[in-house]
């Protein structure tokens, strides 16, 4: 079955991914995973950081002359950074400092962030530094997520699925959502600064963007993920951890700073009568991915009783400001206890067109593992042999 995890620190040497379970025969060159990675470093309102690194993959295992071979692909992207912090990060004691009988390192972070991972890991995992806490939490590590991502896109693509997301909100101003979306999201809404499909909007994010930077501030908001060409009867309606919708919700919401994830109009659905909220149904001719019948509607967002229905699947995921504000909150001081302010760290004023592009990357792994799971395969050609025969089982219903 495939399955991703990921290792690495903000600023130690490199960001790892590891994904096991891809079919053999998958076409994968280290620029389709390069091209997501670039993808997830633009937008407006980065710090300096994003000056500093330009991700890029180094394929060490699981592909061939051009194609997956069956087994775990493993991809590393180095952080450029790593050499203004081989010091601070060392992963071998450093004696000078243990003999000056401080036992915090050099830039030591004793001030935890409110909103951050900072003070809870501090307690749990016993350490008086937040960095040993801060640099795993740091959203860097979502690079690898997205290494990881591309490939399952890449799969996906030889599928006939296509994933794409547009910012719809920032930090309070809401972007219009075109009548006709375009064909290709993803390369549209890459087109924008902040990866939204209205341009008015986009103008006045800026202007708040700008104004929140000056204030020592951040932003936060929301994107819209949408995918096309799924099948319908993607995950099950019989057991809680077969539900896609569920699975969805999951990936999406261990997205760092995420708070919320809807699913098609979701928490409006629960305003309204079920006759404003059900999408009905109609034959429509010849359309297998669905059985050749078609809703009116797509209030769902592609999802009933836990199974894609065969429309697009359409998820919102909300993301809070960036909790590193260089007028910073109250906090404690945790070598005394006394009153303090949070440490102000070199950071971002928002990351939503990032965490767009981090979410197709999150959803692109959940269906890539719900194809797999529903048409099997150790090759390509028997995974697409599989969906084709479902495609003909629908189709002649
Ligand atoms: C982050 C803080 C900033 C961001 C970083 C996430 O990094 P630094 O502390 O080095 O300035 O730029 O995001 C990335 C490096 C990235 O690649 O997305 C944090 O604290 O989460």
Redesign the pocket.
Known sequence: MLRFTTAGE??GPALIAILEGAPAGLPLLASDIDEQLAR??QGYG?????Q??K?AVELLSGVRDGQTIGSPIAMVIRNR?WENWREIMDPAPDVEQAASGNPLRNRSVTRPRPG?ADLSGMLKYDRHDARDI?ER????E??ARVAAGAVCRKLLSELGVSIGSHIVELGGITAETPAAMPDDIATAADASLLRTLDPAAEARMIELIDAAKKEGDTVGGVCEVVCRGLPVGLGSHVSWDRKLDGRIAAALMSI??VKGVEIGTGFDTARRRGSEVHDEIHSAGVRPLSGNIARRTNRAGGLEGGMTTGEPLTVRVAMKP???LMRPLATVEMKTGEAATAVA????VT?VP?MGVIAEGMMAFVLAHAMLEKFGGDSMKETKRNLDGYIAQLSAR
């Open positions: 903000s600023h997830r470093q980065r710090g300096r950081r994003m500093i690194e991700d950074d951050h801060l939490a740091s959203a860097r979502t690079t760092p700073a960036i909790s590193t760290e070199r950071s971002d990351a990032a």
